[in-house]
């Protein structure tokens, strides 16, 4: 499993951007992925996630400012982020789950740098 992640950069507040996630084989080969960061001296923060069939879920805490999005067809996972605000800054890592038994096991994909500031 490779996921590759990109779209990360230099964003203004208030500003937009779309990260992308690209599997090396179908998205459906697994239970579900996700989006998830990581700033400088705190833990891994989950931001957003999508089953295999289709159902999302964010952390209250984002407030609808990020949306995750799937297109079957090119095995990609979008991460599309609005208002960001300096406290966005952080390394963006995309995820993948599969569940064997009740055993979950995670893939990650390299981080994407993300920073909002003036």
């Known amino acids: 499993v490779q996921l590759q992640a990109s779209g990360g950069g230099l964003v203004q507040p208030g500003g937009s951007l779309r990260l992308s996630c690209a599997a090396s084989?179908?998205?459906?080969?697994?239970?579900?992925m996700g989006w998830y960061r990581q700033a400088p001296g705190k833990q891994r923060e989950f931001l957003a996630g999508?089953?295999?069939?289709?159902?999302?879920n964010y952390p209250d805490s984002l407030k609808g400012r990020f949306t995750i999005l799937r297109d079957n067809a090119k095995n990609t996972v979008y991460l599309q982020m609005n208002s960001l605000k300096p406290d966005d800054t952080a390394v963006y890592y995309c995820?993948?789950?599969?569940?064997?038994?009740?055993?979950?096991?995670?893939?990650w994909g390299q981080g994407t740098q993300v920073t909002v500031s003036s």
């Open positions: 995820n993948s789950w599969e569940l064997r038994g009740t055993k979950r096991y995670d893939y």
């Open positions: 084989g179908s998205i459906f080969s697994f239970d579900g």
């Open positions: 999508i089953t295999s069939g289709g159902t999302t």
